[in-house]
């Protein structure tokens, strides 16, 4: 049985070399490398071959592709593939350069782990770089996917660091190396609410990386399994090694897809109009919603609406908005909406509503 260490380092080279040649690594090639690494990774960092599970103290980052399904669904399958791998080879270099720990690839999706098997002592820093320079290099693969007329990748980074359980689990015929707990669930949630080119971070990773990172103003977020609101934080850049993260978002909060019943009255001159017509939310952000109307309203109309959100005791909500952009798809009429005046409590259900849907998955 190979250690930890060697099954990890066997990943990753296979990963770099598939990645680059195209070709699968030969069973010959993976024997010798496996026969060479076995003794120096075990003496190196003092895991014995009995040795199965252990609490590390861990920093582990999740990166995904945002809007990649609807991608896939317009390219061919060679030309995607290709894209896809190019994106992952890349990302598994720069998180190899941090010393980080490709996990494993989900899809589009990418975990690597910072602290398991070996420890830096700034495992929560390292993450934190090497998601910056994620963000800066997959800029620089959009101009090349322009130049090669296809489509930009846009992703989406959350950082947790805590103490998880490491160990290899499965059998003789196939083991895998991988962490467990709380606060790799803690670190997919967190990867669900960043938007676009943004990278965000826990409380307890902004703790070890507070002083040598740009941070933005804390966020408080509701969190699947968790009683309480959790802290989010917005890596903004490194500034000792002038390194903005190139945010490509300008949405101030996610939005979500659904079907939500409404109602809604028409404002005029700060006045009700008598009349409550029907509609369906069908996407929703803190700020803003797309709604499909019972019949076309004109752009710059006023609009009192009634959402109802199927949550006990959170109550019905009112909100105003304002009528941005108005639209037909396949005959239906639709408003793009701003919210312009909400209560307190108002917008604590839309954010909860969103921040629970948001979890649900799916692409942002």
Do not use: W
């Not at 680059?20 to 076995?38: F, I, K, Y």
């Not at 598994?92 to 490709?102: K, L, N, P, R």
């Not at 979500?256 to 001159?269: A, I, K, L, Q």
């Amino acid at each position: 049985m190979r250690t930890p260490a060697v099954s990890l380092i066997l990943k990753q080279v296979q990963a770099l070399f598939e990645g680059q040649t195209g070709s699968p690594m030969a069973p010959a090639v993976r024997t010798h490398l496996e026969n060479l690494l076995g003794d120096a990774i075990t003496g190196a960092v003092g895991v014995s071959r009995e040795e199965r599970f252990r609490p590390h103290e861990v920093a582990v980052l999740l990166t995904d592709l945002r809007g990649f399904t609807s991608i896939s669904e317009q390219h061919d399958g060679p030309a995607l593939l290709d894209m896809l791998n190019r994106y992952l080879v890349r990302m598994t270099e720069i998180a190899v350069s941090h010393g980080g720990t490709i996990d494993k690839f989900m899809g589009d999706a990418v975990m690597v782990l910072f602290g398991a098997p070996v420890s830096h002592g700034d495992d929560a820093f390292r993450a934190v770089h090497c998601a910056v320079d994620m963000q800066r290099a997959l800029l620089e693969m959009n101009r090349e996917n322009r130049d090669r007329r296809l489509p930009e990748l846009n992703m989406g980074i959350g950082i947790n660091t805590g103490s998880v359980i490491a160990g290899l689990l499965g059998s003789d015929l196939h083991a895998e190396y991988t962490v467990i707990g709380d606060e790799v669930n803690l670190a997919s949630r967190i990867e669900a609410y960043s938007l676009r080119g943004q990278v965000l971070i826990s409380d307890s990773t902004r703790r070890l990386v507070e002083g040598r990172v740009d941070l933005g103003e804390p966020m408080p977020v509701y969190v699947k399994g968790k009683r309480e609101q959790v802290h989010l934080h917005e890596v903004l850049g490194i500034p000792s090694l002038d390194k903005p993260v190139p945010r490509q978002e300008v949405r101030k909060s996610p939005r979500v897809e659904t079907r939500m019943p409404f109602e809604y009255e028409r404002v005029e001159n700060k006045a009700i109009v008598p009349g409550l017509r029907a509609g369906t939310i069908l996407d929703i952000g803190y700020h803003g919603a797309l709604a499909e109307t019972a019949e076309p309203v004109p752009a710059h109309a006023d609009l009192k609406l009634h959402l109802h959100f199927a949550r006990g005791g959170a109550g019905d909500t009112d909100v105003y908005a304002r009528v941005v952009r108005c639209f037909e798809r396949e005959g239906r009429p639709l408003a793009c909406l701003e919210f312009t005046s909400i209560s307190v409590q108002g917008g604590e259900n839309i954010r909860h509503f969103v921040q629970m849907l948001l979890q649900g998955g799916g692409d942002r």
